[in-house]
């Protein structure tokens, strides 16, 4: 089965420093990566996806990130936070089970932007 | 805008009672949408995927007589909590799979407090 760990369950940068979110993920098979922003008492917002296609991915609001197949790593990025940021971030991975893509969700990292 | 969209988004309900949570798919017909349960500070848990026109698919350890999944249209899936309890209190998320593609859709949530 596969799994997804995010490294740091709370993040706090400074607003217009450097954001990165860690993920990690195992897989026997190419994987489907996923990153999500959740803001409080609300659904899941896609941030970005990457499928097989090139190993850096530009998503939403500025972020990025950037699939390492050697390091099995797939962290977020963005070069300058803003308090808008400040949100929970979740990152995912597909996995096809009995023919339906089922997203498997690391542990989530809550983003502090401090001013 | 919003793609799926959940009803409604806070339910307080007395113990022993039922409650039933909408999901539809607003611009797309989906014939797989998911529930998730989240608990406070957690990450997302898959309970089921519901498949319209078939008897959804549960997670290891979840009750099918407890959490009932109906998914009678192409827009529509509902989970109704049969005899809540106390520890059934959760945010509860749906998500649809746009046709054609790998991206999930998640609506907004449910808050459900049972009293």
């Known amino acids: 089965a596969q799994s997804v760990t995010q490294l740091g369950s709370h993040v706090s940068v400074s607003e217009g420093a450097l954001v990165l979110l860690r993920c990690n993920y195992s897989?026997?098979?190419?994987?489907?990566l996923f990153w999500y922003v959740q803001y409080p008492n609300q659904g899941l917002q896609l941030l970005l996806k990457?499928?097989?296609?090139?190993?850096l991915v530009k998503g939403i609001n500025g972020f990025e990130a950037e699939f390492k197949k050697s390091e099995t790593s797939f962290h977020l990025t963005k070069p300058s936070a803003h308090m808008s940021d400040a949100a929970e971030y979740f990152c995912?991975?597909?996995?096809?089970?009995?023919?339906?893509?089922?997203?498997?969700f690391g542990q989530g990292t809550r983003l502090t932007i401090n001013p | 805008g919003a793609v799926v969209s959940q009803h409604p988004s806070r339910v307080i309900c007395k113990s022993g009672t039922s409650v039933k949570i909408e999901c539809r798919s607003l611009d797309f017909q989906a014939t797989t949408m998911f529930w998730y349960r989240q608990f406070p500070k957690k990450s997302l848990m898959l309970m089921a995927t519901?498949?319209?026109?078939?008897?959804?698919?549960?997670e290891q350890g979840v009750e099918k007589d407890k959490f009932l999944i109906n998914h009678a249209s192409l827009t529509l899936s509902t989970l109704t909590v049969t005899s809540a309890h106390p520890e059934d209190s959760s945010f509860y998320i749906c998500?649809?799979?746009?046709?054609?593609?790998?991206?999930?859709?998640f609506g907004p949530g449910t808050r459900l407090t049972v009293l």
């Open positions: 990457y499928t097989s296609a090139a190993t």
């Open positions: 519901s498949n319209e026109g078939s008897k959804a698919t549960y």
């Open positions: 897989s026997s098979v190419p994987p489907y």
């Open positions: 995912a991975v597909s996995e096809l089970i009995q023919g339906a893509q089922k997203l498997v």
């Open positions: 998500s649809a799979t746009r046709p054609g593609t790998d991206t999930q859709y």
